[in-house]
């Protein structure tokens, strides 16, 4: 494949026939062109194979933009790093949804409107019930999420840009009270209903660890620090969970039932479920002796072992939210005065000599978000199995401004890739007594 110096245009040489076909290139605001192949199969009879997309972009976006491979990350322009250092979470989502930051009014009005919904149905209680207690939290959000569909008819209609902006306002404000109505069923305690004179993560904290038989006040710091992680997971561009929305959506499924998908997606060690896996890990090595040990077997092929909380698709450098999860992680651990906690400290140990071991810096495989988040959210007291939960909460307003966007997009289509056929071909079918 050739690039033409003057033109945007690659052209593409069949080996075979030494046919050419031109192909446009389109730049995006920032970040590599794209190759233009729409056109591709009708030009030549070829498909593209791309397993995992590593080197295919699904769609055009505004909202997020990552620099890989200088760790940088931007929502709407703005570095990461800022919104956490000077902004709310509401703020953030704002920005998402809407593609601006909110003026005081703006703000104002935004904040109304997600407090509106963050009740639920009365009558969604009583799905929790069909749960067994044991039942992790994941599989009670995918089950509880996708039942929002069947209430809220009022907002389905994902041809009016209305109905749409009320099912977003509903999803972000109605999931911290499912997630941490999955939590108080878990332990067989009183739901906790919304409190809206508090802030969203002071809210969140409030439902997961209030009771009605005492008065419950929100650590600050604890507040602070739940806003920062709700913004570090805001959105991530095209990952896994994301693309999963925007594909179940392409059909035209209700919001409520494509974010069901995404938390189905989420729940995988290799995406949203890796928190819980870094806690099990740390867990698991228990000592700094033993750390050694482990990452000789994650460097082993032979070995399915990977240390969890460590590389990533599209960060070939540092995580930039891991960095400011990392200064969390401190402030954290001292306001609640956790001085000496082993996990930590084996924590440390683990990402000093994972950034030091050729394999880890040729492999380019940095800590990302998941490594420090886990460890700060069990010093909040909040059980591991409610991690990738707390992930989807705070993601839920990244799909719902993705979901938003496709549908607002001229150029959307179903979903719909290609393969690679390598199975049989034609044959006839042969009956039961004729066969082996
Ligand atoms: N430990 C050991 N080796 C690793 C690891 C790891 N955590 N991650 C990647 N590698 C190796 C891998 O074996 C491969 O080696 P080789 O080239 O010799 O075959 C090479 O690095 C490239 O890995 P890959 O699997 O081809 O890379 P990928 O882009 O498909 O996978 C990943 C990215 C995040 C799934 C992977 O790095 C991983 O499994 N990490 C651990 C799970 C994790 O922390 N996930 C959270 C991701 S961040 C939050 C989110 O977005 O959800």
């Known amino acids: 494949m050739t690039q033409d110096e003057n033109k945007d245009l690659v052209t593409l040489v069949d080996g075979a026939s030494g046919q050419r076909f031109e192909l446009p290139l389109i730049p995006g605001t920032v970040g590599p062109k794209v190759i233009d192949i729409r056109s591709l199969y009708g030009l030549t009879g070829y ?3 791309d397993p ?3 080197s295919t972009g699904s769609c055009e976006s505004k909202i997020t933009y990552i620099d890989g491979d200088n760790g940088i990350l931007l929502h709407r322009g703005y570095p990461i790093d800022q919104l956490a250092e000077h902004s709310d979470y509401l703020e953030v989502c704002y920005l998402l949804l809407r593609g601006e930051l909110p003026d005081a009014k703006q703000k104002a009005k935004f904040e109304g409107d997600i407090r509106n919904h963050t009740m639920v149905h009365e009558q969604i209680n009583s799905f929790y019930r069909g749960f067994r207690r044991d039942a992790h939290p994941m599989a009670v959000m995918c089950g509880v999420v996708g039942a929002l569909s069947a209430f809220y008819h009022d907002s389905l209609d994902i041809a009016d840009p209305h109905q749409r902006m009320v099912a977003s306002h509903r999803m ?22 919304p409190r809206n004179s508090l802030s969203f993560a002071e809210n969140f904290l409030h439902m997961m660890f209030a009771t009605p038989c005492e008065e419950y006040k929100v650590n600050p710091v604890l507040a602070r620090a739940m806003e920062r992680i709700l913004i570090l997971h805001a959105d991530h561009e095209q990952n896994a969970s994301t693309s999963t929305v925007r594909m179940a959506g392409s059909s035209g499924a209700n919001p409520f039932a494509c974010i069901a998908a995404g938390i189905a997606s989420l729940w995988g060690p290799a995406h949203g479920g890796a928190n819980e896996a870094v806690l099990q890990m740390l867990t698991q090595i228990g000592s700094k002796e033993r750390i050694p040990e482990f990452i000789a077997r994650a460097k082993d ?18 995580d930039p939210r891991a960095k400011v999860m990392q200064r969390t992680c401190h402030e954290v651990l001292d306001e609640l005065g956790v001085r000496d906690e082993p996990l930590l400290e084996l924590a440390m140990e683990l990402e000093r000599i994972a950034l030091e071991d050729p394999y880890f810096v040729d492999k380019k495989l940095y800590p990302n978000v998941d ?3 886990g460890i700060i959210f069990k010093a909040m007291g909040i059980p591991v199995s409610m991690f990738t939960v707390l992930f989807a909460v705070a993601r839920t307003v990244g799909w719902v401004a993705q979901w938003n966007e496709m549908i607002g997009d001229p150029h959307q289509k179903i979903g719909r890739p290609r393969q690679l056929y390598t199975g049989a071909a034609h044959r ?8 082996g």
């Open 47 to 49: 498909f593209t194979y």
């Open 52 to 54: 995992g997309y590593t």
């Open 172 to 193: 972000i404000a109605k999931m911290p009270t499912i997630a941490a109505w999955a939590y108080k069923y878990s332990r067989g305690e009183p739901f906790i209903y």
């Open 301 to 318: 092929k032979n070995d399915p072992f990977r240390l969890m909380g460590f590389g990533h698709r599209v960060y070939k450098n540092y």
């Open 371 to 373: 490594f420090y988040s």
């Open 428 to 435: 006839d079918f042969v009956p039961l007594h004729a066969r």
